[in-house]
């Protein structure tokens, strides 16, 4: 069973930068999506961008494009989640999901597996 770890969250300024990690087990990665959402309390969780298994395709929520980018380490099991010029709309946990083989998907309910979450702030 695959386990996801995030880490790399914290507070920032506006304009800022942070990189957002999530360490998986297990041997199969590269078979996986992978997928960041974000979730502020009292709404729901949405997508952020998702990176096919090889990383030859990602996708972006359009609040995000220019902005985000998801490079994965298949050597290292591990997707990033680079944030520049961050904004203080950007402030939320952010989850990394796994989705077993396929194509991306925005969707949260096509995601099997998750990480704990890391809170992402950002200040004006």
């Known amino acids: 069973q695959v386990q996801l770890v995030e880490s790399g969250g914290g507070s920032v300024q506006a304009g800022g930068s942070l990189r957002l990690s999530c360490a998986a087990s297990?041997?199969?990665?590269?078979?996986?999506?992978m997928g960041w959402f974000r979730q502020i309390p009292g709404k729901e969780r949405e997508f952020v961008a998702a990176?096919?298994?090889?990383?030859?395709?990602?996708r972006y929520a359009d609040g995000v494009k220019g902005r985000f980018t998801i490079p994965r380490d298949n050597a290292k099991n591990t997707v990033y989640l680079q944030m520049n010029s961050l904004e203080p709309e950007d402030t939320a946990a952010y989850y990394c999901?796994?989705?077993?083989?396929?194509?991306?998907?925005?969707?949260?309910?096509?995601?099997?597996?998750w990480g704990q979450g890391t809170q992402v702030t950002v200040s004006s």
């Open positions: 999901a796994a989705r077993g083989g396929g194509v991306y998907s925005s969707r949260v309910s096509e995601y099997e597996l």
């Open positions: 297990g041997r199969t990665f590269s078979w996986f999506v």
């Open positions: 990176i096919s298994g090889s990383g030859t395709i990602r």
